[in-house]
């Protein structure tokens, strides 16, 4: 798969030369960053003005209509139905005023396009949907500053929201992610370099073990850690019990994705590496994974990410409590998502207690986000490619001799 | 590496001297090591297994088989078993794979084969970050946004629809007669899935090569016809192992289950109604409070979530491997 072997850009020359430079920028974009697929492909669409008209006169036309027929003629009712309601006429409108004016081949072409287009914006419209609930819906408790800086310890069930917080949660969340990654990301990294640098006999059994591992639902973790940790070894129900069975969870997370990422790296700097005399773990250590260091980071970021979340494991193993716990080895500590577990199951007949799992939910989805652009900026280059620091250090070092 | 030099004695004959390599101490501890790291993962698994096994003992040897089949959770006359939360953790997984697969498959052909340049990567960070999204906020979501506004379909479904047995309603009609049902777990689980079966089958859908696509446009076709003819058989392995790990995941959610479910132990098979369940949120909602007893058929229900589960995505990973363009997306 050598992108300089096929005349995958033939097709962009032959157009005005303004439109080749664009097509053939955005080629050389989606192949830094989709390293999997090298040769590019034409670009063959246009879209035209009846394009555009038949779309919105589609779309507004089946809004009016499933209007009148659902809200008005027929016994009807609730938002859901109503959109999946005008869902289902907007794509038999946009049929119909497609084959006026379109052979059957194209329409067909033209409402695929539109139904998978549907499905792209769905799903955006999901994500965007539940950062912004879980914000309008906890902004009643966010709002108020002591719902970041103190506990619930002081406030009964039917306290106003100007009392407690959820500080004692988000610092057993924290406590809880870091330990969790300590124990996750050496064992996992270590085993992405087994799985891509060594590779013997146990290779097949520890990849398909490893991706069997990711879809292990995290209860099991959860079981497995009170079953094994707290009945047998006699560990407490706590935080770093609820931190270990966190730690199962990411473990093949980093795994999979580090070995991804290791495997990336060019064979060509192993080689060379090798030829200096270099020893296998030496070129490990000092060139492969710094060659990696950015995949690595992204990798290990998303599975804090999914780490952070955990809610089923740490509701098992770690206990509840209303109180500041700052030592995760002893008693039980609470975190954001089992915060929110018991406001709701146990105590959803306050108003407030809604709000303030809400505010929590809050919190959860901001720290998630904040983690994501934190992966989304240091993955930003491919192996090997320098950051903008990076290479200003290296004029600099240059410079000085 | 240290290359130590065969020592065949010098004949006229030109053959390759055989290399042998033997690393150094450093490699041989480096190696161990890393390996030792590989097969940690295996022991992990392995002791889940055996730990899950040995605590379920005494709910297993006492029940028997009839653990699997007995609806009902009454421990005092030793009256327990899966028969009812099996089914219904099936039923709420395969509602939530009705729902995403259509969707997640065309959200994959719209950013591997219709999306313009610049919109692609932020959508493939969407679709990540809806795989981020914690299982709690889902619940949230399901309990507080998503089941009021069902109602209106679930009734109508059930005024218009019952000729269909699984939308009949058998209980009486009320204000909470809609609350809780399978169907809206389903639908909670089916956005948790949907990101899963998104982001591997657009990857398989990537790899289709680019000659073939090019192909099918130089014999006239269009787009979509490019996709049905090309895109789709080559990613077909990639795709079913893709559903497979979903539906392994919509077989093991627990909290948005939990939040959303009105928890019932026997058969519940009418969609709409209120009452249902699954393994997972079972063992959440009963477990604080469990004595040995409970706690021990709690992890012999575990233990077969786990079994499941390990199947599906054990299939799953089969079937990827043997299809074509899971060869290729296998490096």
Redesign the interface.
Request: net charge neutral; hydrophobic share 55%; glycine share 8%.
């Given at each position: 798969m050598s992108a300089g072997t096929?005349p995958?850009h033939g097709g962009g020359q032959l157009a005005t030369g303004e439109l080749a430079t664009a097509e053939s920028a955005?080629?050389a974009?989606?192949a830094q960053?989709?390293l999997?697929?090298s040769?590019?492909?034409?670009e063959?669409?246009r879209i035209t003005p009846e394009d555009v008209l038949t779309l919105t006169g589609a779309g507004l036309g089946s809004l009016g209509l499933t209007w009148v027929l659902y809200e008005q003629v027929l016994?009807?009712?609730?938002?859901?139905?109503?959109w999946?309601t005008w869902y289902i006429t907007f794509l038999l409108l946009y049929m119909a005023a497609a084959g006026l004016q379109w052979s059957r081949?194209?329409v067909?072409?033209k409402f695929?396009?539109v139904?998978?287009?549907?499905?792209?914006v769905?799903?955006?419209a999901?994500?965007l949907?539940?950062i912004g609930?879980?914000l309008v819906?906890g902004l009643h408790a966010i709002s108020h500053l002591n719902f970041w800086t103190q506990t619930m310890a002081f406030a009964p069930p039917t306290s106003s929201l100007h009392v407690g917080g959820i500080l004692h949660a988000a610092v057993g969340s924290l406590e809880q992610l870091a330990l969790g990654t300590l124990f996750s990301v050496p064992?996992g990294v270590?085993?992405a370099?087994?799985?891509a640098?060594?590779g013997?006999v146990?290779?097949r059994?520890?990849r398909?073990?490893?991706?069997?591992?990711?879809?292990?639902?995290?209860?099991?973790?959860g079981?497995?850690i009170y079953?094994?940790a707290v009945?047998?070894l006699g560990l407490p129900k706590s935080g770093i019990a609820a931190a270990l069975a966190i730690s199962?969870v990411m473990?093949?997370t980093v795994?999979r994705a580090a070995e991804v990422v290791i495997?990336v790296v060019p064979g060509t700097l192993r080689e060379a590496s090798?030829a200096l005399g270099a020893?296998?773990?030496?070129t490990?250590w000092n060139v492969v994974l710094p060659t990696a260091r950015s995949g690595l980071s992204t990798a290990i970021v998303?599975a804090m990410?999914?780490g952070?979340?955990?809610?089923?494991p740490v509701?098992?193993v770690a206990?509840f409590t209303n109180e500041m716990n700052l030592d995760p080895l002893h008693n039980w500590q609470a975190t954001l998502?089992t915060f929110?577990?018991n406001s709701?199951?146990f105590d959803g007949q306050f108003p407030n207690f809604?709000a303030r799992?809400?505010g929590a939910?809050f919190t959860?989805?901001l720290i998630?986000?904040i983690l994501?652009t934190i992966a989304?900026l240091l993955g930003g280059g491919t192996p090997g490619q320098l950051t903008r620091r990076q290479r200003r250090k290296l004029r600099r070092e240059a410079e000085s001799g | 590496?240290a290359a130590a030099q065969s020592l065949a004695p010098p004949s006229d004959q030109d053959a390759p001297r055989a290399i042998v390599s033997r690393?150094?101490r450093?490699?041989m501890?480096?190696?161990g090591?890393?390996?030792a790291?590989?097969?940690?993962?295996?022991a992990?698994?392995s002791?889940?297994l055996v730990?899950?096994v040995?605590?379920s003992t005494w709910a297993l040897s006492t029940r028997g088989f009839s653990f699997l089949t007995t609806q009902n959770w009454i421990f005092s006359g030793n009256d327990f078993g899966v028969g009812g939360l099996l089914p219904n953790t099936i039923l709420i997984a395969v509602i939530a794979m009705v729902i995403s697969i259509?969707?997640?498959l065309?959200?994959a052909?719209?950013?591997s084969?219709?999306?313009?340049?610049?919109l692609?990567?932020p959508?493939i960070?969407?679709?990540?970050?809806?795989a981020?999204?914690?299982?709690?906020?889902?619940?949230?979501?399901g309990?507080?946004?998503?089941m009021p506004?069902?109602?209106?379909?679930d009734s109508?479904l059930s005024r218009h629809w019952s000729w269909f047995p699984a939308f009949k309603i058998t209980i009486p009609q009320s204000a909470s007669t809609f609350v809780g049902s399978p169907f809206i777990a389903g639908v909670v689980v089916s956005?948790m899935a949907?990101?899963?079966i998104?982001s591997l089958s657009r990857?398989v859908f990537?790899?289709a090569p680019?000659?073939e696509?090019?192909g099918a446009?130089a014999l006239g076709s269009?787009?979509?016809?490019m996709?049905r003819t090309v895109v789709l058989p080559f990613g077909q392995g990639g795709v079913i192992g893709a559903t497979m790990?979903g539906l392994?995941?919509a077989?093991?959610?627990?909290?948005a289950v939990?939040?959303v479910i009105t928890p019932v132990y026997n058969l519940q098979w009418h969609l709409l109604q209120s009452g249902g369940g699954s393994i997972?949120a079972t063992?959440?909602l009963l477990?604080?409070e469990a004595g040995p007893h409970i706690l021990s058929a709690?992890?012999a229900a575990?233990l077969i979530?786990?079994a499941i589960?390990?199947i599906?995505?054990?299939l799953?990973?089969v079937v990827i491997s043997r299809s074509r363009s899971g060869a290729v997306?296998a490096?």
């Open positions: 096929l995958q955005a080629a974009r989606a960053h989709d999997a697929v040769d590019q492909p034409l063959l669409r016994p009807t009712s609730g938002a859901f139905g109503f999946v081949l194209v067909v072409d695929m396009a139904a998978v287009g549907s499905a792209g769905l799903a955006s999901v994500v949907e539940q609930y879980s819906k064992l270590a085993t370099v087994y799985l640098e060594v013997d146990m290779e059994p520890v398909t073990i490893v991706n069997a591992m990711t879809a292990l639902p995290s209860i099991i973790a079981l497995f079953a094994f009945l047998t199962i473990l093949p795994t495997r090798f020893s296998h773990w030496r490990v998303l990410a999914r952070i979340g955990e809610t089923a509701f098992l206990g998502p929110i577990l709701v199951l809604v799992a809400f939910g959860l989805m998630v986000l994501f989304r | 590496m690393g150094s450093g490699d501890v480096f190696h090591v890393l390996r790291a590989g097969l940690s993962v295996l992990i698994i002791l889940i730990f899950l040995v605590r259509p969707v997640a065309a959200t052909i719209f950013i084969e219709y999306a313009p340049g610049a692609r990567r959508l960070a969407i679709i990540d970050l809806m981020a999204i914690p299982s709690i906020v889902y619940g949230l979501w309990r507080f946004f998503l506004r069902m109602v209106g379909v109508w956005l949907i990101p899963i998104t990857e990537s790899q680019q000659g696509r090019e446009y269009t787009r979509w016809g996709v790990l392994g995941r077989l093991g959610e627990t909290i939990l939040l997972a063992i959440a477990f604080n709690l992890m575990g979530l786990f589960t390990l599906v995505n054990s799953a990973a997306t490096d």
